[in-house]
């Protein structure tokens, strides 16, 4: 059974700093997406990774994946307030559409 | 295209009640899933179609849920003899098959139907 693990679940974070959120899945994977959701709102794609060492940047912040490791990485640049959001992590089965997600972290970035 | 929509954004039902939820996807996604998010969680899924055939189904929609997709458009999702548990966000996502360079695309999300049972 796919499983996938995030961590931390909560950061709370100064601007300007950097931080990383990795995300686990136990088994095999397709594909691998980060999706932003902003509190009682929907989820917004940001990136889709596809094949292991496949990294994406969009503004501030940078996604990796290494397939070997079963692992993913949503690196954030000199954080500003605006980043404040949770992130999640979705895993794509092998011969299935079914997403499956982690927790969430859920990333406060205080002025 | 104005994205996925959901209809209605919120519903409070007493325990015991139907209730019936409706997804317009992105026109010509001929994929649609729904998905269950209770809060502080990911969202869990529940099902999924290709056109108007429902192709997956989670072991987490017991007999109580049906989920209809009769033109390949439009879907709905039925509870029938709600539940306190029942009580989530409801998520509708569509996606095309392929997109240039056959690609699979990325899952888009609707605002969701926010379900209380009281």
């Known amino acids: 059974e796919l499983k996938v693990e995030q961590n931390p679940l909560f950061l709370s974070m100064q601007e300007g700093k950097n931080y990383t959120i990795y995300c686990n899945y136990s088994t095999t994977s397709d594909r691998l997406y980060w999706y932003r959701q902003d509190p009682g709102k929907s989820l917004e794609s940001l990136f889709v990774?596809?094949?292991n060492g496949a990294v994406k940047q969009e503004g501030r912040l940078m996604a990796s994946l290494d397939t070997k490791a079963r692992l993913s990485t949503l690196h954030i640049t000199a954080a500003v307030h605006d980043l404040s959001a949770t992130y999640f992590c979705a895993v794509e089965g092998t011969g299935n559409y079914q997403l499956i997600w982690g927790a969430g972290t859920k990333l406060i970035i205080k002025p | 295209d104005t994205g996925v929509s959901q209809d209605p954004r919120h519903k409070i039902t007493k325990r015991g009640q139907n209730v019936t939820f409706r997804c317009d996807p992105i026109s010509e996604h001929n994929r649609l899933y729904w998905y269950r998010q209770t809060l502080g969680q990911g969202p869990e899924f529940l099902t999924y179609f290709q056109n108007e055939a429902q192709l997956e189904k989670s072991r987490l929609l017991s007999d109580r849920f049906s989920a209809e997709r009769p033109k390949g458009s439009f879907s709905t999702l039925e509870i029938q003899r709600t539940e306190q548990g029942d009580s989530a966000m409801y998520l509708c996502?569509?996606?095309?098959?392929?997109?240039?360079?056959?690609?699979?695309?990325?899952?888009?999300f609707g605002p969701g139907t926010r379900l209380l049972v009281l």
């Open positions: 996502a569509s996606s095309p098959t392929w997109q240039a360079g056959g690609r699979r695309e990325t899952q888009y």
């Open positions: 990774l596809l094949s």
